[in-house]
């Protein structure tokens, strides 16, 4: 499927192909609610690196979050979070780790996404207080992240485009 995604106000544009389209992991760390969470999650799609079409490149700023090790300092994040410098708009995370893939947030898409059929509740070992999910029965939850990837939910349930 074709992903077509912009900013707020308009000064960056973005395409890319996606196999995996659907909009199902919320994911409740503290990076993504203080970034790009308005319900106090976010909401990350799968997408082709090699695909990706930006218009308006030098409008964009890149945020690395600073997280904490296995000894509790705090250290930069690989993770490259792409944002609009004028409206703020979260608009895609790139992370070298696994450079063939680009997540853009669900809420910076344009074309229609598909509705999936259950979701996926991540990090709820993160949210904050004033957050109650609200988690249907085909949901799952996990304290911190599933085994399961993208591309592996996608195939389970049959929904690959």
Same mark, same amino acid.
């Given at each position: ?43 990350? +799609? &799968?997408?082709? @690196?090699?695909?990706? !079409? ?8 890149? /945020? ?59 990090? +709820? &070992?993160?949210? @904050?207080?004033?957050? !109650? ?8 939850? /996990? ?19």
């Amino acid at each position: 499927m074709q992903l077509k995604g912009s900013c707020h106000c308009g000064k960056v544009r973005f395409q890319l192909g996606s196999a995996h389209p659907y909009p199902f992991n919320l994911c409740y760390c503290s990076v993504c609610r203080k970034t790009a969470g308005g319900g106090g999650y976010a909401i990350n +799609l &799968g997408g082709e @690196a090699a695909s990706m !079409k930006v218009r308006g490149e030098q409008h964009l700023s890149i /945020y690395q979050a600073r997280i904490p090790d296995a000894a509790g300092r705090r250290k930069k994040s690989p993770a490259r979070r792409h944002f609009c410098q004028h409206c703020g708009s979260p608009l895609w995370v790139w992370d070298p780790r696994w450079p063939e893939l680009i997540h853009p947030f669900a809420s910076a898409i344009d074309t229609p996404l598909p509705v999936p059929p259950e979701r996926v509740h991540l990090m +709820l &070992g993160s949210v @904050a207080d004033w957050v !109650k999910p609200t988690i249907s029965k085909r949901d799952q939850t /996990y304290c911190e992240y599933p085994r399961e990837s993208l591309a592996e939910w996608h195939r389970r349930l049959k929904l690959e485009c």
